[in-house]
């Protein structure tokens, strides 16, 4: 069972879209499409919320397919690479563990304005 359903918060001038997927009746994966890593305590980092999960994965990848974050630990990315702010669209690539011992990878893009 798939289920999407999209959120829509205003944040001063931009409109950060969460979108919710209800994976294999159980797991539950909320991921924003934009963070502001400004320091402003506003969306300065991206990480997905997985819940009903075993664990979980996430990769950001550049636009030429190279890893430029991973994490196993549910770290937060800040939008940093090799000590330098990376800002414009990348990919995100999840994957996701269920309690029912089933993998689940999910693709989409994370914009860093």
């Known amino acids: 069972?798939?289920?999407?359903?999209?959120?829509?918060?205003?944040?001063?001038?931009?409109?950060?879209?969460a979108q919710t997927i209800h994976i294999d009746s159980t797991i539950i994966c909320s991921i924003p499409n934009v963070f502001t890593p400004n320091d402003d305590g506003l969306n300065d980092t991206f990480t997905p919320t997985v819940v009903n999960a075993l664990s979980y994965e996430f990769f950001i990848?550049?636009?030429?397919?190279?890893?430029?974050?991973?994490?196993?630990?549910?770290?937060?990315?800040?939008?940093?690479?090799?000590?330098?702010?990376?800002?414009?669209?990348f990919i995100y690539k999840i994957v996701i563990l269920s309690i029912k011992n089933k993998e689940y990878t999910l693709f989409g893009h994370i914009s860093v304005l």
Request: aromatic content about 10%; overall charge positive.
């Open 1 to 17: 069972m798939k289920k999407v359903i999209l959120l829509l918060t205003l944040i001063f001038s931009f409109v950060v879209k």
């Open 61 to 89: 990848l550049d636009r030429n397919n190279n890893m430029i974050y991973h994490t196993v630990d549910n770290t937060p990315w800040d939008g940093y690479s090799k000590g330098q702010l990376r800002k414009g669209v």
